[in-house]
Nanobody, 124 residues
Framework: QVQLVESGGGLVQAGGSLRLSCAAS????????MGWFRQAPGKEREFVAL????????YYADSAKGRFTISRDNAKNTVYLQMNSLKPEDTAVYSCAYRFSGTWSTRPSDYAYWGQGTQVAVSS
């Protein structure tokens, strides 16, 4: 029903910036949310940020607040994650996910569709 493809990852030095993109295709609905999650080596997957379909509501993990910005361009059917002031602890595989619901959630299990992930590596 929904296909998600992330891009924009790479290797950057601490303090640098990256912008991740998540392109969606297939059947999507306005009553939904898109989220960004990350998983570092040896760690559990953790929530980063989310946005509703209209783009007028966002929510961030404490680790992301003030440094990361989630946004979307529905004309391009794409969600973005702008990451500034990157730290080595931000190193992880970043994945976008889709939730078909009228309520938001930070739990990975509440998102039915996932992209393949894009690698972000921050060197010190």
């Amino acid at each position: 029903q929904v296909q998600l493809v992330e891009s924009g990852g790479g290797l950057v030095q601490a303090g640098g910036s990256l912008r991740l993109s998540c392109a969606a295709s297939g059947r999507t609905f306005s009553n939904s949310y898109m989220g960004w999650f990350r998983q570092a080596p040896g760690k559990e997957r953790e929530f980063v940020a989310l946005i509703n379909w209209r783009g007028d509501f966002t929510y961030y993990a404490d680790s992301a607040k003030g440094r990361f910005t989630i946004s979307r361009d529905n004309a391009k059917n794409t969600v973005y994650l702008q990451m500034n002031s990157l730290k080595p602890e931000d190193t992880a595989v970043y994945s976008c996910a889709y939730r078909f619901s009228g309520t938001w959630s930070t739990r990975p299990s509440d998102y039915a569709y996932w992209g393949q992930g894009t690698q972000v590596a921050v060197s010190s």
